[in-house]
């Protein structure tokens, strides 16, 4: 699990710019979108900021804000087995899960645990 300094957190005032830089300097393919007060706005992907480019040539002048395309991303408890976020992950379609210690809250995440990290560690 990604947790602290690792976790790509942007606001939602973040510009798109900044929210491309965080996704690539975190290298986890995802924004953690939170508003002012540190509550959860969504998750923004690398994949949503290239298709949003295909439709607006102007997205360079857009928040973060704007782009969130899943208000109420996936997440798991901490003590969830890594098999079971791996199972998640392929049910939906999706390449990372928000980790709460306990119960989820409208607050930032605990963690972030991503696909790549399951299967490096012979998870299957």
């Known amino acids: 699990m990604h947790s602290g300094d690792d976790l790509p957190f942007v606001t939602d ?41 295909e439709k607006d040539s102007d997205l360079f002048n857009k928040t973060a804000e704007s782009l969130v395309q899943s ?27 928000l980790v709460y210690e306990s119960e989820k809250k409208d607050s930032a995440p605990d963690g972030l645990v991503h696909i790549h990290d399951i299967l490096r560690a012979g998870v299957m």
């Open 13 to 53: 005032s973040s510009d798109v710019k900044s929210t491309l830089l965080t996704i690539s300097e975190k290298r986890l393919g995802v924004a953690v979108v939170l508003n002012e007060e540190g509550r959860l706005c969504g998750i923004i992907t690398d994949g949503d900021i290239r298709r949003a480019f």
């Open 71 to 97: 208000e109420e991303p996936r997440w798991i408890s901490a003590d969830t087995l890594a098999i079971n976020a791996l199972e998640i992950m392929e049910k939906h379609s999706i390449t990372s899960l």
